[in-house]
């Protein structure tokens, strides 16, 4: 480690994270063999796992162009993870190329990377903020620097929450964000669930849990909690290939993890 280094930036090669996993399981190249290694165990326990990252990438685009369309212009999205193109700055901005969009990860290697997520329209702004999610009211705070939270704001938690379990605050994490959104905004998430394929997401966070990496399943019920007081958009809690699925029948049919888009009521 040099002295400019801090925890905040020191790369760990020597256990998984969970973003270079991701990263593997979509095929990318900003992983480590320790986090190829534990990719390699759950694809054997769970055949299931790549396609259901690789559907979870799909939802994240479908999602934001969806909200985008919508007349959406500003993202806050926490847990952006290793850029993978598009990513999701690039999905606003080729809908409005003035959209401003603050990126969240408290993983150092998504800082490594951050150059790739900063190069945005000139119209637009894009933002890479390196916090903890856990931390709400800090992000809030960095986000308000770049975004008018007195317009809606699409927050987008993506692949996220599983790594935090209610009692560590994941719902005081969501209910903090969405309080301070203005009307209109919306809250794209997805996360885990074992509602499909029990036995093999069960056996996957057992080998995830072998690798110092927490992780939490989610019941669509519980998923839906998170929209409380929001209105579900269509076409509600589905699992993510199923979500608006724009891909060949074969890309449809349930992953091991579910996605939904809440809109918060521009009335009263
Ligand atoms: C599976 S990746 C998802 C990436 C992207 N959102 C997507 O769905 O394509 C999860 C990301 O969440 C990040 N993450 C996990 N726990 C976090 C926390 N407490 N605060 C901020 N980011 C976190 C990881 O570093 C990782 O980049």
Request: aromatic content about 6%; proline content about 6%.
């Amino acid at each position: 480690m040099t002295g400019t280094e801090s925890a905040a930036t020191r790369i760990d090669t020597t256990r998984p994270h969970p973003a270079r996993v991701y990263d593997w399981f979509l095929g990318g190249k900003d992983n480590y063999p320790v986090d190829e290694e534990l990719g390699r165990r759950i694809t054997a326990i769970d055949q299931g796992a790549l396609r259901a990252a690789r559907a979870n990438r799909a939802f994240m685009q479908r999602a934001a162009r969806a909200v985008a369309e919508d007349g959406i212009r500003q993202f806050l999205d926490i847990g952006t993870g290793i850029p993978t193109e598009p990513n999701l700055h690039q999905i606003a901005q080729s809908v409005a190329p003035d959209s401003r969009v603050v990126y969240v990860d408290n993983d150092p290697i998504v800082l490594a990377h951050a150059s790739a997520l900063l190069r945005g329209t000139p119209e637009g702004v894009t933002q890479y903020v390196q916090a903890d999610a856990r931390d709400p009211r800090s992000i809030l705070e960095q986000a308000a620097r770049v975004l008018d939270l007195d317009r809606p704001v699409a927050l987008s938690l993506i692949a996220l929450l599983h790594f935090v379990a209610d009692e560590d605050g994941a719902h005081e994490v969501v209910s903090t964000l969405v309080d301070a959104l203005a009307p209109g905004s919306r809250l794209v998430l997805s996360m885990m669930t074992a509602d499909f394929e029990r036995e093999n997401v069960e056996r996957g966070i057992a080998a995830y849990a072998a690798g110092g990496v927490t992780l939490v399943a989610r019941s669509r019920d519980e998923v839906a909690a998170f929209f409380r007081g929001l209105d579900l958009l269509e076409p509600g809690v589905v699992s993510v290939a199923d979500w608006r699925p724009a891909g060949t029948p074969d890309d449809r049919g349930p992953v091991s993890l579910y996605g939904a888009v809440g809109a918060k009521s521009v009335r009263g």
